[in-house]
């Protein structure tokens, strides 16, 4: 706003590298006043119009973000892929994938080809709404355009299929991850320790830990996860089951800390 008060007139990349900070620090209102003064001025930056629509998406507030989506039309913003792959986190984040299909073939028609970020996306988002027949669709055809799965891919198709409830394909995902040298983040964690709770996998619990304490997790939070994960299941009593060796003598020590 110093800018506009000494009457200095900002530019394109000002206005890119204004909107970049503030997608980083999640300033809502800085970047909404900025994105205002930069279409007054007639200024044309792509890069805005991306972090202002991660802004809104990332803070759930999807009616502002497809405002800017019809601002990018209205302006007649020609689209680099940063852009695209905005627009479809956007729509796969709303859960809107019918959206996200004409986006993604759009971006196709547009001369870009989608690359593994664009399929994550699309498999994070079909995970979303528990539509995993497309989900691993677009993981089967992963090869054959030339991508390799990454970490980003098999974390999203533990969390789709445990959102669906299908213990046997997570699980199968998850001991790819592992295979590959991957590592799980909490969210995958907590998914197969409820789906283990609730399929009285003790065993499985058992080594699920393992890989918590492997990965540096709290003991304190492992405990918090393991007990929610065996009241969601109405199965408290087997919890002494998967508590063993150095978690259970953290429990002896500690015996507030589940409760």
Known sequence: RMMLDYKVRPNVATFGMLMSLYQKGWAVEEAEFTFSQMRNSNITCQSAYSAMITIYTRMGLYNKAEDVIGFLRDDEVVLNQENWLVLLNAYCHQGKLSNAELVLCAMREAGFSPNIVAFNTMITGYGRVSNMDKAEHLFQNL???????????????????????????????????????????????????????????????IKTIDDMMMIGCEKSSILGIVLKAYEKANRLEKMSLVLEGSMYDHVLRNQTSCM
């Open 143 to 205: 090869k054959e355009v030339g991508f390799e799965p990454d970490e980003t891919t098999y974390r999203s198709l533990i969390e789709g299929w445990g959102r669906a409830g299908n213990y046997k394909r997570a699980k199968l995902h998850y001991m790819e991850l592992k295979r590959l040298g991957f590592k799980p983040n909490s969210s995958n964690l907590y998914t197969l320790l409820r789906l283990q709770a609730k399929h009285e996998d003790e065993e499985g619990a």
